[in-house]
């Protein structure tokens, strides 16, 4: 099973900052088969990022995705307030299909 | 649009069964792999089981192996989740999500609202 592990656990910023996100594995993720997800309370997740840089339909460009083999970054620039939220990183690239235990960006 | 909509979620006693439901509508059951995925009040996403466009390959999660079954009529474009052996420890939000795009077992682009499972006596 590859673990997700998610750094760091809160982080708080204001609008405007730049947010930066890892996530490492385990072991390595097969063909960097890891995506991002946004959750807001009451809501079901949101993806953001898929191929651990392809950005979703719909997602703004202010979101990016890097990194590969065990080492993943997702970067928000210029925080809007309806970012404020917890992002979970996800391996897609062999069972068990593992998510990391989230980071939660809050405001400052 | 691609919609996806849970049912028969509920409060059930420690040792009890129950069956979820997800209605997906806007495509076609075959093409795509599903999954569920839980999240435990106030805490991560767990996922849980996986089945293939195909039907013929499933994945649970250890912590589920042998008590749930995931499955599919795709007469009715539903998705199910069979639950049985329930553990307080099963409480959670359930939600399906179906793949959005190639040829891996993700990424899940498309959710559905959650259905709430609550064990408890």
């Known amino acids: 099973e590859i673990v997700l592990t998610q750094s760091p656990g809160t982080l708080s910023l204001s609008p405007g900052e730049r947010a930066t996100l890892s996530c490492r594995a385990s072991?390595?993720?097969?063909?960097?088969?890891l995506a991002w997800y946004q959750q807001t309370p009451g809501q079901a997740p949101r993806l953001l990022i898929y191929?651990?840089?392809t950005r979703a339909t719909g997602i703004p460009d202010r979101f990016s995705g890097s990194g590969s083999g065990t080492d993943f970054t997702l970067t928000i620039n210029r925080l809007e307030p309806e970012d404020f939220a917890v992002f979970y990183c996800?391996?897609?690239?062999?069972?068990?299909?593992?998510f990391g235990p989230g980071t939660k960006v809050d405001i400052k | 649009e691609v919609q996806l909509v849970e049912s028969g979620g509920g409060l059930v006693q420690p040792g009890g069964s129950l069956r979820l439901s997800c209605a997906g509508s806007?495509?076609?059951?075959?093409?795509?792999?599903m999954t569920w995925v839980r999240q435990a009040p106030g805490k991560g996403l767990e996922w849980v089981s996986a089945?293939?466009?195909?039907?013929?390959?499933?994945h649970y999660a250890d912590s589920v192996k042998g008590r749930f079954t995931i499955s599919r009529d795709t007469s009715k474009n539903t998705l199910y989740l069979q639950m049985s052996s329930l553990r307080a420890e099963d409480t959670a939000m359930y939600y399906c999500?179906?793949?959005?795009?190639?040829?891996?077992?993700?990424?899940?682009?498309?959710w559905g609202q959650g259905a709430l499972v609550t064990v408890s006596s």
């Open positions: 999500a179906r793949k959005l795009v190639g040829s891996a077992w993700g990424p899940w682009g498309y």
């Open positions: 806007g495509f076609t059951f075959t093409t795509y792999v």
């Open positions: 089945i293939s466009g195909s039907g013929d390959t499933i």
């Open positions: 072991q390595s993720v097969n063909s960097g088969y």
């Open positions: 191929d651990a840089s």
């Open positions: 996800q391996q897609y690239g062999s069972a068990p299909f593992t």
